[in-house]
């Protein structure tokens, strides 16, 4: 099965910095989402992308199917973007394979 | 999105003893899934929740211990038998509405934490 890779997978930000997490797969991936897991364990879709480039707000991500990554880019960090952040990905089958995900802590 | 609930949100339960939690979607959907993650990890794929059949389980899992049923398109049930405090994780399941929508996307469940004593 695929192998999902996810760095850094810790990361400490002073409130209003900006930091991109990097998610890799080992093979091919037909649909890729990101998640945020909040501290009280819900898990937030953040975005659908399994290929190009969307923005939501401070937030915004892009694919590179062709080379198996995907980046999630955080501008002006705030504490509530604190948790941890989830890549997830199948090969077409039913079976997502997440990674192992990148905790936040954004200081005030 | 669909809209999903779980029940029970959170329980503390002896060893030994079984826990069933519900999953409610607001909406029809095609695919159901159930996720466990232990405390600290990731999510693992337990099984997918099949309409009117078996549930189809990940290698690790077994029928005997994860009993899944799924008696309609909005409605799973996942029962967690004979536990044990390794047991002790988050439960969560998740939806797909494919292939009425050509987009792949999972929607999670608000999760059922439990600890096993």
């Known amino acids: 099965g695929i192998q999902v890779e996810q760095s850094p997978p810790d990361l400490i930000l002073q409130e209003g910095a900006n930091s991109t997490l990097r998610c890799n797969f080992s093979d091919s991936v037909n649909n890729l989402q990101w998640f945020h897991q909040n501290p009280w364990g819900q898990l937030i879709n953040l975005f659908y992308?399994?290929?190009g480039t969307k923005q939501n707000g401070r937030l915004s991500a892009t694919t590179v199917a062709t080379e198996r990554y995907s980046l999630l880019y955080i501008s002006s960090s705030q504490t509530t973007d604190s948790g941890v952040y989830f890549c997830?990905?199948?090969?077409?089958?039913?079976?997502?394979?997440f990674g192992a995900g990148t905790r936040l802590f954004v200081k005030a | 999105s669909a809209v999903i609930s779980q029940k029970p949100s959170r329980d503390i339960c002896q060893r030994g003893t079984s826990l069933t939690i519900q999953c409610q979607v607001d909406?029809?959907?095609?695919?159901m899934f159930w996720y466990r993650q232990q405390p600290g990890q990731s999510l693992t794929l337990i099984a997918t929740a099949n309409q009117g059949s078996e549930a189809t389980y990940e290698s690790g899992f077994v029928i005997d211990k994860f009993p899944i049923s799924r008696p309609n398109l909005t409605f799973s049930t996942l029962t967690v038998s004979n536990m044990s405090p390794e047991d002790s994780s988050i439960y969560l399941c998740?939806?797909?509405?494919?292939?009425?929508?050509?987009?792949?996307?999972?929607?999670f469940g608000p999760g059922t934490r439990l600890t096993v004593l």
């Open positions: 997830a990905g199948n090969t077409g089958g039913f079976k997502t394979i």
């Open positions: 909406s029809q959907v095609t695919m």
């Open positions: 998740s939806v797909e509405d494919l292939p009425r929508t050509s987009v792949r996307e999972q929607f």
């Open positions: 992308i399994p290929s």
